[in-house]
């Protein structure tokens, strides 16, 4: 069994006590939720804990990392798979709910990831908000896709300015102004002896906050996956990941991974790469094939994650109430930080 990741910067102590920590955590999401809504046309509406695998609803991550699943006495025979994230599920309840182009959805998702390594930034329990909107074959192209994220990144900044004058005027916006586009292609080759995560760490110092665009296709030059991206969600020529650096921690932390959806051409494609073909014959597969689904951009960001980078906390326990191992468990306790 592998250890926990588990770093307390030296003198270290939360702006915010444990109950003060709770009520911010209320405000950074309401605020942020809201403004999320109002940026982008989206409508709040209810989500799944889980899903029949059958369907291909479940998002497979990396491909590696297996489910939770279980049976219920009253539902048949089959497993039912608590969500990996509503990736998939998103795009269905759309053309489901008939909203329109240039308007969207977001919903609270809750989901267990068991396969996780847990650290200051991962924990086995996922909150996030995923978020989808219907989007025109034309708008399929990196212009549209960079537009969306300036979006995203001035909620971003404003929910930093909101904490600062609202919630604890000690915490300091730290974002630039504006955010940082290059691909996975480009930061290769400007950090050619760096492993993927040191890429990443190296570039958001540098630039404070960045999207990094195309993640899933083999890098030309290392022959490897910057990141891994299932093949049947993003296409992975038109998405990314909004990454900020972080000071307390001394390294990059992702906030969102999103991008625009599949076509046929494009899910047939990267199926084909993936050596994933079988899925073709899952019904959501095939709803994309004939056209039934809409042609979408959509993505998650993490509850947690903005609350931990927004309010300045060390570890992601500080506002996510979940378990931890033991080494977590001692070592914030010797720090003095109090986990949730």
Not at 197 to 206: D, M, P, S, T, V
Request: aromatic share 8%; charged share 25%.
């Amino acid at each position: 069994m592998s250890q926990a990741t588990v770093t307390i910067p030296e003198g270290y102590k939360s702006p915010l006590s444990l109950l003060e920590t709770e009520v911010a955590i209320k405000q950074v999401k309401d605020f942020f939720e809201s403004n999320l809504s109002k940026n982008l046309n989206l409508t709040r509406i209810s989500a799944p804990l889980f899903v029949k695998p059958e369907t291909g609803l479940n998002d497979n991550l990396n491909g590696v990392e297996s489910a939770v699943n279980f049976t219920a006495k009253d539902v048949g025979t089959s497993k039912l798979e608590i969500v990996h994230s509503l990736a998939k599920w998103k795009r269905m309840a759309l053309h489901r709910y008939k909203f329109s182009s240039g308007s969207g959805l977001y919903a609270d998702m809750n989901a267990i990831r068991k396969d996780e390594d847990l650290s200051n930034l991962h924990s086995i329990y996922v909150d996030q908000w995923d978020w989808e909107r219907i989007i025109d074959r034309e708008q399929r192209n990196k212009d549209f896709l960079k537009e969306i994220v300036q979006k995203l990144y001035s909620t971003f900044k404003d929910t930093e300015t909101f904490v600062s004058e609202k919630v604890n005027s000690a915490i300091k916006p730290t974002l630039p102004e504006k955010i940082h586009f290059l691909t996975t292609k480009e930061l290769e080759l400007e950090f050619p002896d760096l492993d993927a995560k040191g890429r990443e760490h190296a570039i958001c110092k540098k630039h404070g906050a960045v999207f990094l665009m195309e993640i899933g296709h083999l890098l030309p030059k290392s022959g490897i996956k910057h990141d891994g991206r299932a093949p049947d969600y993003d296409d992975w020529e038109l998405n990314g990941d909004i990454l900020f650096w972080y000071p307390l921690l001394d390294r990059s932390i992702e906030l969102s991974s999103m991008g625009i959806r599949v076509s046929a051409e494009s899910l047939k494609s990267q199926l084909d790469i993936a050596n994933a073909n079988d899925r073709l014959e899952l019904d959501y597969h095939k709803n994309i094939i004939d056209g039934t689904l809409p042609f979408t951009i959509g993505g998650g960001i993490g509850q947690s994650r903005i609350c931990m980078f927004f309010l300045k906390k060390a570890h992601i326990g500080e506002v996510q109430s979940t378990l931890w191992d033991e080494n977590t468990l001692k070592v914030c306790a010797e720090a003095g930080v109090d986990l949730l």
